[in-house]
């Protein structure tokens, strides 16, 4: 019964976010479709907790109606992800009249296999490391506790979970509540809030954050995945990672040691995740092309998954868009991205308004 749970468990960060991002590609897929639509669809999915669990905690309800409630607003994303792929057939269909292209017969030329291999020894050291090497940080006695208390004793930030003692609504973490996602997670996989936290975690955001890293890698390159500069570029961002222990406060650190919490996933996703959503709208501008409804859609959700990861990512993300953009409008004379800017600000700014008015 546990394997079944863990394999749901899998689905549910593969598949799942995978079947939702795909709602968000182009009809002509660009570059790296499949991990495109998984990492955005998780993103997505992030963005939906958040939805879901601060207003639940804020009404002092409890971890199971928080778990119904999210993996309700899974599969309501999922069947509009099935009609999407319909609309999406449909639409092929009718076009299917233009020359089709065959499938590129070039690949990875032998010569460039080493410089894969050495990414991929490079990336397996990692895993090694969080699975036998990780030492437990000190944060996690928060943490990992609340995802474990979530778990366990269902309530929700209205406990300390050092001693279990009632505190009332501890506002400044329930605003951005990753640990109960986390718990979702291990509920759904049975495993254990620990287990979950230190082993499938770190395994769930070294693929992400190397994911967004061949997607910046792609556009800033230049090249395709045919070409001996990404495997490069890959294998050196994973050396930075391996030597980024310079400091516990390094975001290389938070990705090897402190996978589970949300500041690591704030540091290694969402900001990457940020910074291609901003690659690809001063792209669009500098095409003179008009930017698209669903890269506002993903970029309103990736500010929203900030404040899921931390109340810090609040103010970080919304000055980080805030200057990409008022350069943007500067040089090219595009006023209207004021709208699109001030819809995906609108999430952070009320999180921000719900700490000042409550706290």
């Known amino acids: 019964m546990t394997v079944i749970r863990v394999i749901l468990a899998i689905m549910m960060v593969t598949i799942l976010p995978a079947a939702v991002g795909s709602m968000f590609l182009p009809l002509k897929k660009e570059g790296a479709g499949l991990l495109?639509?998984?990492?955005?669809?998780?993103?997505?999915l992030w963005a939906g907790f958040l939805f879901v669990c601060v207003p639940m905690i804020l009404l002092d309800l409890q971890f199971p109606q928080v778990e119904g409630a999210y993996l309700g607003l899974c599969g309501l994303l999922l069947l509009m992800a099935g009609a999407c792929r319909l609309l999406r057939r449909k639409k092929q269909g009718t076009q299917?009249?233009?020359g089709n292209d065959g499938p590129g017969k070039g690949g990875v030329r032998p010569a460039f296999h080493w410089l894969w291999?050495?990414?991929a020894a490079l990336f397996l050291v990692q895993i090694f490391c969080v699975f036998f090497l990780a030492y437990e940080d000190g944060d996690d006695s928060y943490y990992v506790a609340i995802t474990t208390y979530s778990k366990e004793v269902k309530t929700l930030y209205r406990n300390i979970p050092y001693t279990g003692a009632y505190t009332g609504l501890d506002l400044r973490h329930s605003l951005a509540p990753f640990p109960v996602w986390v718990a979702v997670l291990a509920d759904v996989a049975g495993l254990s809030g620990a287990t979950?936290?230190?082993?499938?975690?770190?395994?769930?955001?070294?693929?992400?954050?190397?994911?967004?890293?061949g997607l910046l890698g792609e556009k800033l390159l230049g090249?395709?995945?045919?070409?001996?500069?990404?495997?490069?570029?890959l294998s050196f961002c994973a050396l930075l990672v391996l030597f980024g222990g310079y400091s516990i406060y390094s975001a290389e650190n938070f990705l090897l040691v402190r996978a589970g919490q949300g500041k690591a996933v704030l540091a290694n996703v969402v900001i990457p995740a940020l910074l291609y959503l901003t690659v690809l709208l001063l792209e669009r501008l500098e095409k003179k092309e008009a930017v698209p409804v669903r890269l506002w859609v993903l970029l309103c959700a990736t500010m929203t998954t900030g404040c899921l990861c931390s109340t810090l990512g609040t103010f970080l993300l919304c000055v980080f868009l805030g200057v990409a953009v008022l350069c943007a409008i500067?040089?090219?004379?595009?006023?209207?991205?004021?709208?699109?800017?001030?819809?995906?600000?609108?999430?952070?700014?009320?999180?921000?308004?719900?700490?000042?008015?409550?706290?």
């Open 223 to 233: 090249e395709g995945r045919e070409s001996w500069k990404m495997p490069l570029f």
């Open 330 to 359: 500067v040089a090219y004379r595009r006023w209207r991205l004021i709208f699109g800017t001030a819809a995906a600000l609108v999430m952070p700014a009320l999180m921000a308004a719900l700490y000042v008015l409550l706290g």
């Open 36 to 44: 495109h639509a998984w990492i955005y669809g998780q993103v997505v």
């Open 96 to 98: 299917s009249g233009a």
């Open 117 to 119: 291999l050495l990414f």
């Open 196 to 213: 979950t936290a230190h082993v499938m975690m770190p395994i769930l955001v070294l693929c992400m954050t190397y994911g967004l890293f």
